[in-house]
């Protein structure tokens, strides 16, 4: 497979090519990826075409945001299909640097992000240390790239909100810019992990956005039981064979439990399927 793309691996080598950029005016949007590219990334780039005039993707599997246990050596690594999608979205430029670009060995050990509290909850408290390692290694590719926008989807929606608010408190000059899901035409979010599931796993798999929808339009309807909604999520993803992490109604603007002030939720889980451990969430206006 040809592809068209520049490929940039070195950091010193990203940064001349995006300053020529910059000094012909042009205006750089970056969407990282840990690739195994699928077309929720493709809406990404093609959304981030509409803000900038170029587009760099980043990948790069991130080995500070996985736990000890977790995939970091299984993670699906597939570099020709990703450059072929990349060619197809027409995305400028491919940064793809080694784990030694990136975390140098002298450099150990690194100095880190954390954004408290928000890094605690949910995926957090099942994942420790998992976003210090997402918003360390984004801090160092907006450093690297030095883009006017970013973007992210808010299929990760509590990554999302970590790194709107390291880019707030931290005052980085750029906009983060938050992009739907894109789903199947079941239902099932798009995920890298999907390929983790056996045929019959992937048949149950949309049961996990059908239980989300079902609280989000219980809450439209105006229920506010928020335990014994998210107890109903959680019984229907176990009695169809998954292990929940948690299922959880929050605030959608701090992640927080709703209070009466609240007027955006947002109701998310985490759920283990097998090998695959899936996340989703459904977003639901109440005002
Ligand atoms: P990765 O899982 O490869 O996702 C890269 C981007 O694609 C993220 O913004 C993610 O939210 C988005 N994405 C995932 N599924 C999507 C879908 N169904 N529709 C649209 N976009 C989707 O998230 C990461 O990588 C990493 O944590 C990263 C931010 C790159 C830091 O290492």
New binding site residues.
């Given amino acids: 497979m040809s592809s068209n793309i520049e490929i940039i691996a070195r950091p010193l080598a990203l940064h001349e090519r995006v300053r020529t950029w910059r000094t012909q005016g042009l205006r750089v949007a970056l969407?990282?990826?840990?690739?195994?590219?699928?077309?929720?990334?493709a809406?990404?780039v093609a959304r981030a075409r509409e803000h900038a005039d170029r587009v760099v993707v980043?990948i790069?599997?991130?080995p500070l945001?996985f736990g000890p246990s977790e995939d970091f050596n299984s993670y699906p690594r597939t570099p020709q299909e990703d450059r072929a999608l990349l060619d197809e979205y027409r995305a400028d430029l491919l940064f793809a640097p080694g784990v030694e670009d990136m975390y140098p060995p002298l450099a150990a050990p690194h100095t880190v992000v954390h954004v408290p509290e928000l890094s605690e909850i949910l995926c957090g408290a099942v994942r420790p240390g998992h976003f210090i390692?997402?918003a360390t290694?984004?801090a160092k590719?907006f450093n690297m790239v030095q883009p006017d926008v970013a973007?992210?989807?808010?299929?990760?929606y509590q990554?999302?909100a970590i790194?709107k608010r390291m880019a707030t408190d931290l005052s980085m000059p750029l906009q983060v810019i938050g992009?739907?899901?894109?789903?199947e035409a079941d239902g099932l979010?798009?995920?890298?992990r999907n390929r983790y599931l056996t045929a019959e796993q992937r048949r149950l798999a949309p049961r996990i956005y059908a239980a989300l929808s079902k609280v989000g339009q219980e809450l439209k309807q105006g229920r506010r039981d928020y335990l014994s909604l998210e107890q109903m999520a959680i019984a229907e993803l176990e009695q169809s064979g998954f292990k929940t992490d948690y299922a959880s109604i929050r605030d959608a603007d701090d992640l927080q439990p709703p209070t009466e002030n609240s007027r955006k939720l947002v109701v998310l889980t985490a759920a283990r399927l097998g090998r695959a451990r899936l996340i989703d969430n459904v977003q639901v206006d109440i005002s």
Avoid: E, W, Y
Wanted: glycine share 8%; with cysteine; net charge positive.
């Fill in positions: 969407v990282p990826t840990m690739g195994n590219l699928h077309k929720g990334h809406t990404l980043s790069f599997v991130n945001q390692g997402v290694v984004v590719l973007l992210f989807c808010d299929k990760d990554q999302l790194i992009v739907a899901t894109v789903r979010a798009m995920s890298s």
